[in-house]
């Protein structure tokens, strides 16, 4: 709490900038026939998604998804028992909605459209082509005893298979968890051993990049330590020549002899649909639970009316499909909506950088969704390349994963989208499901680095350091949600204790998002980072706790703190500092070996960006590390440390203060 009400301050020093900051109208692209037409109209029904929620949320979940039987009740639970459920009662299938559904009406359109690593390598599925892969790889998946309610281990680079997977897991009524391909095997063992997962999917390798990523490798030393894991079924990407045991199944067989149809499982509103682990603040990664009625629904109506989504439409999200945004915006969400739904394999820098832009132009993209990191990282180049292409039958550009700072949103809004297109800076996590802050195209007028507003049926709130509501504009706190939404991850797996303790502990009452915000004079929303203990690296969660215990495991670190610090392109880079043990010798070649010790625990998007050895920490007289003190030597803002005198040893500052200047 003492963290939430510093961060609070220190957002206020920005308090009238922000107020200061212009709106850009409604854009002339977006204008005419979008989903929902100008402020006020997404007032009234804002206003009436909160003042008649049940009404609302009965309305829309009927128009958004198809039921094979109607729920009784929309809401029930409360945060306080943390019990809440939407759509008791109800039933359906995930992926019948996402699928089966459209074939009568759209049966021979594009559901995906996969672009390979290699420019132009392009394969299309239409939704029928997508109900006969999906249900090829649900029999497969039954014949190895997987049923209703048993967690499948998914990981895989983004070939199209990785969603046809996650659709066959949704049939049958198995419960997905994918694990981001860039994870160390020491990460996927630990999120296969948390879910007992019994099946894990994957491929031989994959290719990013130009680029092979041993996938199938990484498998193999993960699961030599999972006892629960029955059968390895492996994709071939890239037919290598692998080693292949008994327990490893290739899936070009199988998939061949499977039958082509495969009836969807009948599913409660509230069964689980799938778990997705991501990093907290403190102790290992949390496996998130997502259940069936609530999420689609909610994945379904966000991707309507964020993207302004009509019928025709080429839609893409550049993610991947093993973080929350995948899931939600390249797969569930589209598909449920009958979209049209572009997979892409590669980087915004393969071969070079206009690989975007020659994207966009060869499949006449209209929504575009990328993050803060990737436009940073385009922007440095010069804007004559990207003048080349067409880029003109995009209409929105989307942006998520971090604060998006107004130079890159300007940049975006300028070049690429030429001053004509929607930017939606869409706000939400893992825990969320879907948007909960963001413009609507042709509803909200935009300001650059804001997101502006909450999403139907979502009550934010702003809490202060002494855990009370903060009203009025022109304020900074502790963003908060104050009722139930539909898409609300419902539990971390095996441990609803620490789920209540985590999201509702801190403001009674309240979900608690973790993050920081300011309110402006138009009751706009910026969000202003983490008030944890999390860092976001690239648009990426990781926790400060797991990258020091990554450190620790060496034998050579005594103690350490991990804080995230100022970086150009990833928005945050990784600062590690390190005590060594009385025998180690500080050594170029030991910090480089501890800097592969985190890449080789977590991942290689983990690798810290400085390892500072030293020999004390600024800890309190209680023994508390100073953290704040560590973020601003690094950040280089040793002219407002504060008040260092109550450290147990305010020597150290200086010492720290020369070797973070001798490692920058
Ligand atoms: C954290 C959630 C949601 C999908 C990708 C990340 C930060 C996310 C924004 C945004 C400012 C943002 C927050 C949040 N974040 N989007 N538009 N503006 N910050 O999901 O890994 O669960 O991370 O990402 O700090 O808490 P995630």
Redesign the pocket.
Known sequence: MADAGSSAKRAKLAVDERDEVATVDVIARVKSGANISGLDAYRALYDSSLKDSDEFWREHATRFVSWARTFDEVCGGTFADGDVRWFAGGKLNVCYNCVDRHIPTKGDEVAIVHEGDEVGSVTTYTYKDVQREVSRIANVLKSFGVRKGDNVAVYMPMMAELAFVMLACARIGAVHSVVFAGFSSESLRDRINDARCKVVVTADEGRRGGRTIPLKHTVDMAVAMCPTVEAVLVYERTHADIKYSSKDHKLTPLLEAARPFCPCEEMDAEDPLFLLY??GSTGKPKGLLHTTGGYLVYAAITHYFTFDYRPGDVYACV?DCG???GHSYIVYGPLCNGATTLMFESTPLYPDHTRYWDLIQRHRITQFYTAPTAIRSLMRFSNDAMAKFDLTSLRVLG??????NPEAWRWYYDFVGKRSCSIV????????GGHV??PLPGCTPLKPGS?TLPFFGVETALMDGDGAEITGNSVSGVLCIKRPWPGMARTINGDHARFMVTYFGAYPGYYF???GAFRDKDGYIW?T??VDD?L?VS???LGSAEIESALIEHEFVAESAVIGCPHDTKGQGICCYVVLTADAVESSDLLAELRLQVRTTIGPFATPDYIIATPGLPKTRSGKIMRRVLRKIIAQETDSLGDVSTLADPSVVDILIEKANEAI
């Open positions: 991501t990093s993610a973080w929350i945004t942006t998520v994963g971090e604060p998006i800076d869409t706000y939400w996590q893992t825990e969320t802050v963001s997101a998002t973790g993050d969000i980072g983490r999390v976001n648009g990426h969660r």
